[in-house]
């Protein structure tokens, strides 16, 4: 075999620290090759915040490395293994199927992980293929940078490589690969495997590494271990809040899909919020609504738990386990989802009853089943302090069919914001920023899958340049703030991917 063409440029270099941990936590593998691959699209943000030089995303090499087919120098890949309950349900070992670390890079933008998805089979594949899709791959990239944009913590996304490579799922698809971003990977369940085992060494050995990697703070605490499941609890509550504000669902809360740092991770069968059903089930194959968005909250906590049992042989005692779960998420979620909400609706300060406004908002959400996105960004542009003016408040007054019922809440949204004033343009101003217009439709994201599925990439590109910027105008975008056109009733998202 000729030598490879050498890289055109001077690529940041690694600093791999998930591989300096002991064996036991991961196998070290190759990615397996794939012929023909392609860019399907990059977020240059992404390739930027990595060090990569100008440039080097046009490069033959790019798409060969992102592919797992050329290995950068000093990248040490490997897949991690994890265990964890999925439906409620302790599943064993699981482990990265589809997975391959590359290795991180540092540099003055942080810590980054690199992570090929879909680049072959590992020994944690339990008899899958090792691959992903264009169609489940161009969901996770473009949710990713999509997160991002909308300010919720989430691993990144680099690029999507396509290939011609056939792939089994309900039909014959091809195989891609998305490269992800992350400070880190671990998951909840890479604790969860070690306790399991009663492997008490190994599991002292990763809290070590999460605290020295990512949480030095918690190693002054009096107990890091348990400042450590402190930190996640609260940023598990704080997600949460996040997802719950923008009318965000995962789909699959299992805790092998929980991040210890508090991100967005493993795009999967997600769904953003479209006519308001707090009970909305997002993952089709979800048959009980586990994972229904009102479920989030109540799920993070349970997830919480089965870490803090994981905890319990690091804790001098067991108490402490559920005690810090309890005494940081339930807070830390109520607080955070009312600032949310808080700016959501243009409140300029919080008031005592605030609590039962933002309640009967969601009743009156639920029943009349609005758009959710275009109701609060709507809202956005009403006037607070004018009478009611029916021409000005039409565009938000079309989303409902019960017009007396959107008049009653526009009367009561006006009374409140009457109690602590805010002229409306400064107030307007605040409300766009807290109210994105664009948010990863799935009818958006099924027609980028659709077109690029022929072969043009175009609409995926087109749809990460917007929804980087979620919260500003963009005219040039309108279409795609527009509500799911009658095709897309009855899109189903499931777990297959
Ligand atoms: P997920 O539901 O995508 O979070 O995956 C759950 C587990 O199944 C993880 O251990 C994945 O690595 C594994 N997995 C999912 N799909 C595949 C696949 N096509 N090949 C190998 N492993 C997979
Ligand atoms: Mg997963």
């Known amino acids: 075999m000729n030598a490879p063409e050498p890289l055109p440029i001077d690529l940041p270099s690694f600093d791999n620290s998930f591989a300096a941990l002991p064996e036991a936590f991961y196998t070290r593998l190759a990615p397996l090759p794939l012929g023909n691959p392609r860019v399907v699209a990059v977020s240059e943000v992404v390739a930027a915040m990595l060090g990569l030089p100008p440039g080097f995303v046009d490069s033959p090499q790019f798409a060969e490395i992102f592919t797992g087919n050329r290995l950068l120098p000093g990248s ?5 293994v994890y265990s964890g309950h999925q439906f409620g349900v302790w599943a064993g070992q699981l482990g990265d199927g589809r997975a391959h670390l590359l290795g991180g890079l540092r540099n003055d933008t942080g810590h980054w992980e690199i992570q090929l998805k879909g680049a072959g089979r590992t020994p944690y594949s339990r008899g899958a293929d090792g691959r992903a899709v264009l169609r489940s791959s161009i969901r996770e990239f473009l949710c990713s940078e999509a997160m991002a944009g909308l300010g919720v913590p989430t691993t990144r996304a680099l690029c999507i490589i396509g290939t011609d490579q056939p792939v089994r799922r309900e039909e014959i698809e ?21 306790a399991s085992r009663h492997r008490h060494g190994e599991l002292q050995q990763l809290a070590d590494y999460v605290i020295d990697t990512f949480r030095p703070a918690c190693r002054t605490q009096i107990n890091p271990y348990e400042a450590l499941l402190r930190d996640v609890s609260r940023r598990t509550g704080e997600l949460m809040a996040q997802w719950m504000a923008v009318g965000f669902m995962h789909g699959v809360m299992n805790t092998d899909n929980m991040s210890i740092l508090g991100l967005t991770l493993d795009y999967g069968p997600f769904g953003f919020m479209e006519a308001f059903d707090a009970g909305h089930i997002c993952n089709h194959s979800d ?3 586990r994972y229904s968005y009102q479920n989030q909250p109540h799920v993070g906590q349970w997830n919480l738990y089965r870490l803090a049992d994981a905890f319990l042989p690091l804790l001098k ?3 402490l386990a559920r005690a810090a779960v309890d005494e940081t998420y339930g807070d830390a979620f109520a607080l955070r989802f009312a600032g949310l909400m808080r700016a959501k609706l243009g409140l300029r300060a919080s008031l005592p009853d605030d609590e039962t406004f933002i309640d009967e908002t969601f009743a009156f959400l639920q029943m009349q089943r609005p758009d959710y996105t275009l109701f609060f960004r709507r809202l956005c542009r009403l006037s607070a302090t004018n009478a009611p003016d029916r021409a ?22 006006r009374a409140r914001q009457a109690r602590t004033p805010w002229p409306d343009a400064e107030r307007q101003a605040a409300m766009l920023a807290a109210n994105p217009k664009f948010v990863l439709r799935n009818w958006l994201a099924e027609s980028a899958i659709r077109q690029a599925k022929t072969g043009d990439f175009s609409e995926v590109r087109r749809l990460l340049a917007c929804l980087r910027r979620p919260y500003d105008e963009q005219p040039e975008f309108e ?16 777990c297959s991917s």
């Open 317 to 319: 005692r067991p108490a």
């Open 76 to 80: 040490e890949p490997l897949a991690a």
């Open 174 to 194: 091809t195989a891609a690969v998305v490269t992800r971003v992350a400070p880190g990977f671990v998951r909840f369940g890479s604790f969860e495997h070690w």
């Open 287 to 289: 048959h009980q609504g």
């Open 479 to 494: 279409a795609y703030a527009a509500l799911p056109p009658d095709w897309a009733n009855g899109l189903a998202v499931s």
């Open 392 to 413: 000005t408040d039409n565009a938000w007054r079309d989303l409902f069919i019960d017009r007396a019922a959107g008049d009653a809440w526009l009367a009561n949204w």
